[in-house]
């Protein structure tokens, strides 16, 4: 059982940046792919960001590539989400999750773990 918090959302204007943590639980969290994903009023969950295991391997969204960075420390059982350059189309709850896998993806039916949420809002 994995449990994972996020925390780092809150309101910025268009353009800013922000940096969203996700703490988990336990002593395997290497082993699991983490990923993030958001989730907008009116819209489904999407894919944001995934790293694998090792933090070596990482894949984004085409609509944050360039301007979002995942990231992982091990040592701390956390992973990031750098967002620079910020949008209006930004603004979402966002989640991490967790994945017994070595490699992420982008399908959140392949997480097994979820953190409760985090808002990001970005007026213009």
């Known amino acids: 059982q994995v449990q994972l918090v996020e925390s780092g959302g809150g309101l910025v204007q268009a353009g800013g940046s922000l940096r969203l943590s996700c703490a988990a639980s336990g002593r395997t969290f290497s082993t699991y792919a983490m990923g993030w994903f958001r989730q907008a009023p009116g819209k489904e969950r999407e894919f944001v960001a995934t790293i694998s295991g090792s933090g070596v391997g990482t894949l984004y969204a085409d609509s944050v590539k360039g301007r979002f960075t995942i990231s992982r420390d091990n040592s701390k059982n956390t992973v990031y989400l750098q967002m620079d350059s910020l949008k209006p189309e930004d603004t979402a709850v966002y989640y991490c999750?967790?994945?017994?896998?070595?490699?992420?993806?982008?399908?959140?039916?392949?997480?097994?773990?979820w953190g409760q949420g985090t808002q990001v809002t970005v007026s213009s």
């Open positions: 999750a967790a994945r017994p896998r070595v490699s992420g993806v982008s399908v959140a039916a392949f997480y097994d773990y």
